[in-house]
């Protein structure tokens, strides 16, 4: 069985461009997650969907940030303009009774 | 305020040798305590999940226990390997479906 799929594995952008994520979520997942995890620090939850409802989104800063999960499958994250504080790994996870299964994450340098 | 943290930051031990991290908490309400393991480059993977009412979980050579009077939680790794060497991350959900993510330990197992 596939697990949660990410790409782009790794991105290299300047600051003030726009830079997208995507996500695939175990099949039969319904709750799906994007986390932002800086260097020795522990994931950080930007946002989290029931379906397609993101059911919390108060740490997703907005000015920049924007996600979707039309329909209640995959996912994309998108930061429009990139800042040199957003480099980081951006995980994506969905979630079966209590156990978050993560992605390989999308590894973001802004330069 | 909801609340995990995690000692030591870091962590040097031989090869073959046992070691032990910790986790305390300041989560409620409390619904599960998991242990992750992640590896330098990829996501986090579950180690063991434990509930309320669960004071010891193994899976190989990692054994968690949870004391829910202290809030505490331990996670311990015996005959240590190279391949045991990753970030150790303690994950606090509660009973609205959030978790909280504690900072890592970072362990190292040399030869």
């Known amino acids: 069985e596939a697990g949660v799929v990410q790409s782009p594995r790794y991105k290299i952008i300047e600051k003030k461009q726009p830079v997208a994520f995507w996500c695939n979520p175990i099949?039969?997942?319904?709750?799906l997650y994007w986390y932002r995890q800086n260097l020795g620090q522990g994931p950080e939850l930007l946002i989290r969907y029931e379906n397609e409802e993101a059911v919390d989104d108060s740490q997703l800063p907005k000015d920049r940030f924007s996600a979707e999960r039309l329909k209640g499958v995959d996912s994309t994250l998108k930061i429009q303009p990139a800042e040199l504080g957003d480099s980081a790994v951006y995980l994506c996870a969905s979630s079966w009774r209590n156990t978050i299964y993560f992605g390989e994450g999308s590894w973001l340098t802004v330069v | 305020k909801n609340q995990v943290e995690q000692s030591p930051q870091s962590l040097i031990i031989l090869e073959g040798k046992n070691c032990t991290l910790q986790?305390?908490?300041?989560?409620?309400?409390?619904?599960?305590l998991r242990w992750y393991k992640q590896d330098t480059g990829r996501g986090p993977v579950s180690l063991t999940i434990?509930?309320?009412?669960?004071n010891t979980k193994s899976n190989g050579r990692y054994t968690a226990t949870l004391d829910a009077d202290t809030k505490q939680s331990s996670l311990h790794i015996t005959a240590s390997q190279l391949s045991d060497s990753a970030s150790y991350i303690c994950?606090?959900?509660?009973?609205?479906?959030?978790?909280?993510f504690g900072p890592g330990t970072s362990l190292s197992v040399i030869p």
């Open positions: 994950v606090v959900g509660t009973s609205y479906d959030k978790v909280i």
């Open positions: 986790c305390n908490y300041t989560v409620s309400p409390f619904s599960n």
């Open positions: 099949s039969g997942h319904n709750t």
């Open positions: 434990m509930t309320f009412s669960e």
